[in-house]
């Protein structure tokens, strides 16, 4: 069984930052392209950014330049540095992760539990 758990979310003012972090746990034989979605209240959920195994990011236009996104290999681990936030980034954010499991021999796609995320002064 493989889990994600995501933390760092919480309330900041605009202009403010906060990194999010997003653990991988289980029965984990490799990992593959990572990402960050978001949720706002009341709309659909769209991916902000994602990282391969690589390193290769992209972003959302509405993120360039404000979010990197980063992984820690060693430790199953993607982040989200989140920085001159604004109230249009307020939405709780999940990670995704295409993981392999020790058990299988295909790839799937797992989800995190999501963090909110307040931007408001």
């Known amino acids: 069984q493989v889990q994600l758990v995501e933390s760092g979310g919480g309330l900041v003012q605009p202009g403010g930052s906060l990194r999010l972090s997003c653990a991988a746990s289980?029965?984990?034989?490799?990992?593959?392209?990572m990402r960050w979605y978001r949720q706002p209240a009341g709309k659909q959920r769209e991916l902000v950014a994602h990282?391969?195994?690589?390193?290769?990011?992209n972003y959302a236009d509405s993120v360039k330049g404000r979010f990197t996104v980063s992984r820690d290999n060693a430790k199953n681990t993607v982040y989200l540095q989140m920085n001159s936030l604004n109230p249009a980034d307020t939405a709780v954010y999940y990670c995704?992760?295409?993981?392999?499991?020790?058990?299988?021999?295909?790839?799937?796609?797992?989800w995190g539990q999501g963090t909110q995320v307040t931007v408001s002064s």
């Open positions: 990282i391969t195994s690589g390193g290769n990011t």
């Open positions: 289980g029965s984990i034989s490799s990992i593959g392209v």
């Open positions: 995704n992760a295409l993981v392999q499991a020790y058990s299988s021999i295909n790839w799937r796609a797992y």
